[in-house]
């Protein structure tokens, strides 16, 4: 059974920085791109970034050059180090495969930037 458990989450001051933790079990984890994901209130979700299973990353434009996606294959677990936070990155955040599964999709982490 696929299992994603986001941690990390917290109540932060813009400017100041979160790292999130995805432990994940249940399938092939190496073989698989991973991705974080967030959704704001009133908001659909929205990919934030990933990584490949070959380690290569790619962000959205909004969080580019402040967040860094990183994963350990060995502890199966994938990273979200998230700096420089503003209020608009106030959301949900997920972790999930990419493409994600929609019948897999954890609990999230609560992040909240506040100005």
């Known amino acids: 059974q696929v299992q994603l458990v986001e941690s990390g989450g917290g109540l932060v001051q813009a400017g100041e920085s979160l790292r999130l933790s995805c432990a994940a079990s249940?399938?092939?984890?190496?073989?698989?791109?991973m991705a974080w994901y967030r959704q704001a209130p009133g908001k659909q979700r929205e990919l934030v970034a990933f990584?490949?299973?070959?380690?290569?990353?790619n962000y959205a434009d909004s969080v580019k050059g402040r967040f860094t996606i990183s994963r350990d294959n060995a502890k199966m677990t994938v990273s979200l180090r998230m700096n420089s936070l503003k209020p608009e990155d106030t959301a949900v955040y997920y972790c999930?495969?990419?493409?994600?599964?929609?019948?897999?999709w954890g609990q999230g982490t609560q992040v909240t930037v506040s100005s």
């Open positions: 999930n495969r990419l493409p994600a599964w929609r019948a897999y």
């Open positions: 249940g399938f092939g984890f190496s073989i698989e791109d």
């Open positions: 990584i490949t299973s070959g380690g290569s990353s």
